[in-house]
């Protein structure tokens, strides 16, 4: 185990961080590589340095690097960014390199990086890697660790990578409104033995919340608690990505929460097992099973199970989060009859009397929407409407994948007589259990007042 005194050797003394790029020396940066493209770009394998195997961002990708001297060296530009939500709707954020959130960093165990960082935001910010050892002066606390990075600037942060694990970055400077924005993104750290913790499929995501308003594109920054756009990479569904694997795989998923409440992230089908937090990889002896990880803000967790052929839904179980542009002030309207509402009607023509009997019906309906604004529910599968939205996805395992075959294989066929059906035979009146009469049984009361004499008590 590293301890802090070979940390800090190994880490350097340089203090680029607080640093500005001199005109001069902005010549000499690596490429800043932009990528606006709402899905997933498939991993590539690392062209130089210590070799690995590269994680899936879903609807995301991996920031190239270049080596100059040892040193791997990113790039990331602040920039606003117009993010593709799903189809027929587009936010207006702040990230990185044309995405939001930004793309995953990767490296390995050992590395040496420099990564820049150019701010074309309005305002000042900063950098911090969530997670990751680093001396104190690359930890991106604007005005604490370090100055902030004025618009128009370039700083540099360089450091040594000490442990593997799942981690994020994102600012610490003006971060209510930065993080609100969609500013954030993963930093992968593999380890140096590529045997250690091998995995077939290693997909990765960071959760992050929105204030939307029905026909608007910029978030609401100041919001606490009244959230309409809960997404994975900025994405809803039914915009994100399918988790596509082969029979028998052993899969990893690593998810991150960078939104304002937890997420209970519930997966159908194979049971996982935990493996991984923000601080570091659980022990075999000590990893335990779920079907359900309760992910809380600010957190990082890994979790693998070994595929099993279908395709398995992956949402968060807080309800309303498998919900797009909601509202939360509808009427609830169960159990009324709409020929109830006529005269409503009549004075406010434009309402729909929806969710009678519940919401399901919005799952096929077409309703009139303000511009850029998703249903509530949408999306369908091979059976129908399947009334989801915001923070759901599938797990689609398939037999005789390519192991770089990422691509939607469509929908699953289940073996004949494995799906279930409607029963054409006559139910018949269900047998209920008989009611117990009112009347009592032949059993005897005697009820005593307070302070009466009594030889005996029968009941």
């Known amino acids: 185990m590293t301890n802090r005194r070979t940390f800090f050797k190994a880490a350097g003394a340089t203090m680029l961080g607080a640093a500005a790029v001199s005109r001069a020396g902005a010549a000499s940066l690596p490429e800043a590589v932009i990528q606006a493209a ?40 602040a920039e606003p960014v117009v993010r593709e939500l799903a189809p027929g709707m587009k936010a207006n954020l702040w990230g990185y390199n044309g995405t939001s959130p930004g793309p995953t960093i990767e490296a390995v165990e050992g590395d040496r990086v420099r990564i820049f960082v150019t701010n074309k935001l309005p305002e000042p910010t900063a950098v911090h890697w969530h997670g990751v050892l680093v001396p104190n002066g690359m930890d991106g606390v604007s005005g604490l660790t370090q100055p902030r ?109 960078l939104t304002m409440t937890n997420h209970p992230i519930h997966m159908h089908g194979p049971h996982f097992e935990v493996t991984g937090t923000d601080g570091g990889w659980v022990p075999k002896s000590a990893r335990w099973p779920e079907v359900t990880t309760d992910i809380a803000v600010g957190q990082m967790r890994a979790i693998e199970f070994d595929a099993i052929a279908g395709d398995w839904a992956i949402h968060c179980h807080k309800s309303h989060h498998t919900m797009n542009a909601m509202g939360h002030n509808l009427r609830t309207f169960i159990g009324l009859q709409k020929r109830d509402l006529v005269p409503a009607r009549k004075l406010v023509p434009d309402m729909m009397p929806m969710g009678t009997a519940g919401m399901a019906e919005m799952g096929k309906m ?38 770089d075959d990422y691509s939607d294989p469509g929908p699953y066929r289940n073996p004949e007589g494995t799906v279930a059906h409607e029963y054409k035979g006559y139910p018949g009146e269900p047998p209920r259990r008989a009611e117990k009469t009112a009347r009592a049984s032949a059993a005897e009361f005697n009820v005593v007042k307070p302070g009466a004499k009594s030889s005996s008590h029968r009941h």
């Open 38 to 77: 709402p899905t997933m770009r498939p991993p590539p394998p690392p062209p130089n340095g210590r070799p690995y195997h590269p994680v899936a961002t879903l609807n995301g990708w991996s920031l190239p690097w270049r080596m100059k001297d040892g040193v791997k060296e990113f790039h990331l530009v």
């Open 149 to 257: 990075i004025p618009a128009g600037k370039t700083f540099v942060y360089e450091f040594a990578l000490q442990r593997p694990g799942t981690h994020m970055y994102h600012p610490h400077a003006d971060e209510m409104v930065q993080m609100a924005m969609g500013m954030m993104g993963l930093f992968i750290i593999h380890p140096k033995d590529t045997r250690q913790l091998r995995v077939d499929r290693d997909f990765a995501f960071v959760m992050a919340s929105y204030a939307i308003d029905p026909g608007a594109a910029t978030p609401r920054t100041s919001e606490m608690t009244d959230f309409n756009i809960w997404a994975w990479n900025s994405r809803v569904f039914p915009g994100i990505d399918p988790l596509v694997a082969r029979t028998g795989d052993r899969v990893r998923i690593r998810i991150g929460n």
């Open 366 to 403: 077409e309703m009139p929407m303000p511009e850029n604004t998703l249903p509530m529910m949408t999306g369908f599968g091979q059976f129908g409407p399947m009334e989801m939205g915001g923070m759901f996805s599938v797990v689609k395992v398939r037999e005789g994948l390519s192991a």
